[in-house]
């Protein structure tokens, strides 16, 4: 641990005289590193592949979608705009301020510590590293220690490609995240737990460190099948879609459980259940197609879950685990107690409870009963229930009638509240999350008013200017109207 903290203290030095060199702010040296970051995710896209696939047991397919092309589009996103984004931004004073001139600009924090997740192992290490190498930040990125192979990939090719003396990859357990909380930084970003982000804020509290803290929760779905029948089958493939074809539901944004209408349940169960083997056939754990659960841990917590005996009883398909081989099936569950562990902690796994409610609107009861959700989704076309679960819930985000896109969206910003996060990122959005927002005020010295008397003849007597203010504009105002009458 001794080398370790040395080896911290040593990154740290290099990477702040790095960012008081001025190196980084400029804007070449920025789009310099993010094409870097481009060429390293084309040059090695089958490595890529293959330690996802390692580690997680991720199909190509899932493995380009969700990761690899989510980097691509981001780093060629914050390319072409970055000139844009690095633009002061003029402000429009208000007339008590006049001739004074106002604008903000955006300048980067200095050193920051990005600590990554497990699941999306080079998505979320690379895409809030592309935000922070925008902005013009030096960067230490440490990943996670439960996808070993990606970690290993990164923090062996990112040297390779990217700027060491401004970006470094640290690898290493709890141990070494103890370690780099203990120094100061100027900003951190954190993928992960509520538990895990509470730690992280209490550590960053220390030194006053703003923090974006990018975390989860029970993501519910709403089913208003009457209103949308006619697209049933859309709708069952895209909760299906949801819930087990990103990384098998360990996905902060995947579907945590439905809520429909007693009397239809059953039908959505039925196709359900044949859309499961579509997807993954008949013996999910060998189609290849289905993530692993990423430790033994997490399988152990995802059974303590299912062996609830009014849990148990209530699964309607599926339920099997096999430990040995990190597999738990696609499972559903119809209306487990709404007091269980399963329905009062993110799952974070291959497990749908389907919840039936009386009236439809009643869900909205539900979903505020609980901690707030990053996601909320509900397939409908009742624009009454739209209004209400925009006006009386509260989340990260609100999709209708799909799930998930709003991640792929770098027009939108992503991010949680509450218990789900806090801050924002993709996009714009991420250069601004690593951005400090400075305003500029530049006053001028043709108007002033100095005081006559001898303890404040050394002041500008602004609060005369604003005393007068009122009387100021009036004249001008009753200036112009003689102007216009002549």
């Known amino acids: 641990m001794e080398a370790m903290k040395e080896t911290v203290e040593e990154s740290l030095r290099e990477m702040r005289d790095t960012f ?25 896209e089958d490595k890529l592949c293959s330690v996802l696939f390692q ?22 996103v914050a390319i072409n705009c970055l000139d ?26 200095g050193t920051v510590l990005v600590l990554s997740s497990w699941n999306f192992p080079i998505s979320l290490s690379l895409d809030p590293l592309i935000g922070a190498i925008a902005a013009g930040n030096t960067v230490l990125l440490k990943s996670s220690e439960l996808s070993p192979n990606a970690s290993a990939f990164l923090a ?28 100061q930084w100027d900003k951190i970003f954190f993928t992960g737990s509520p538990k895990i982000g509470r730690i992280i804020m209490a550590a960053a509290a220390q030194h006053l460190t703003p923090v974006t803290l990018e975390l989860g929760g029970k993501c519910p779905t709403i089913v208003d099948y009457p209103t949308i029948s006619k697209n049933i089958k859309s709708v069952v493939k895209r909760i299906t879609g949801g819930k087990w074809g990103s990384c098998s539901g360990q996905a902060c944004i995947s579907v945590d459980y439905v809520l429909i209408e007693k009397s239809f349940a059953s039908s959505l169960i039925d196709m359900l259940k044949p859309l499961i083997r579509s997807f993954f056939g008949d013996n999910p754990k060998e189609s290849g197609c289905l993530s692993r659960i990423v430790s033994k841990q997490h399988v152990q917590r995802l059974s303590r879950l299912l062996n609830d005996p009014r849990v148990q009883a209530s699964i309607v398909y599926g339920g099997s685990i096999d430990e040995e081989n990190l597999y738990v099936e696609p499972t559903i569950l119809l209306d487990p107690p709404l007091d269980s562990e399963i329905m009062n902690e993110e799952i974070f796994g291959p497990i749908l409870p389907i919840i039936t409610v009386r009236d439809i609107q009643d869900s909205i009861g539900i979903i505020k009963s609980k901690a707030k959700p990053l996601a909320i989704y509900a397939f409908t076309n009742d624009e009454n229930l739209k209004t209400r679960i925009l006006s009386e819930t509260s989340s990260g985000s609100v999709t209708f009638n799909d799930v998930m896109i709003q991640y792929m969206c770098d027009a939108l910003p992503f991010g949680g509240v509450g218990e789900s996060g806090i801050g924002r990122y993709h996009g714009k959005y991420s250069f601004d999350c690593f951005s400090h927002e400075k305003a500029i005020m530049e006053g001028s010295l043709a108007m002033d008013l100095e005081a006559r008397y ?8 602004s609060f005369i200017r604003l005393a007068f203010s009122e009387a100021y504009f009036k004249l001008l105002l ?3 109207g003689l102007k216009r009458s002549t």
Not at 85 to 108: D, R, T, Y
Not at 160 to 183: R, W
């Open 454 to 461: 001898p303890p404040w003849n050394s002041f500008k007597l």
């Open 84 to 109: 844009k984004w690095a633009v002061p931004k003029q402000s429009n004073l208000p007339l008590l301020f006049f001739p004074a001139k106002g604008k903000v600009i955006s300048e980067p924090y």
């Open 20 to 44: 008081a060199s001025g190196r980084t702010r400029s804007l070449k040296w920025r789009k310099r590193q993010i094409a870097a970051i481009y060429e390293m995710v084309k040059d090695n």
């Open 478 to 480: 009753l200036m112009l």
């Open 55 to 76: 580690d997680l047991g991720k199909h190509s397919t899932e493995a380009f979608r969700d990761e690899l092309g989510h980097v691509l589009r981001s780093a060629t």
């Open 156 to 183: 062996k090719t990112i040297p390779a490609y990217l700027d060491n003396k401004a970006i470094k990859v640290i690898e290493g357990g709890p141990d070494v995240a103890t370690i780099l909380l203990q120094h």
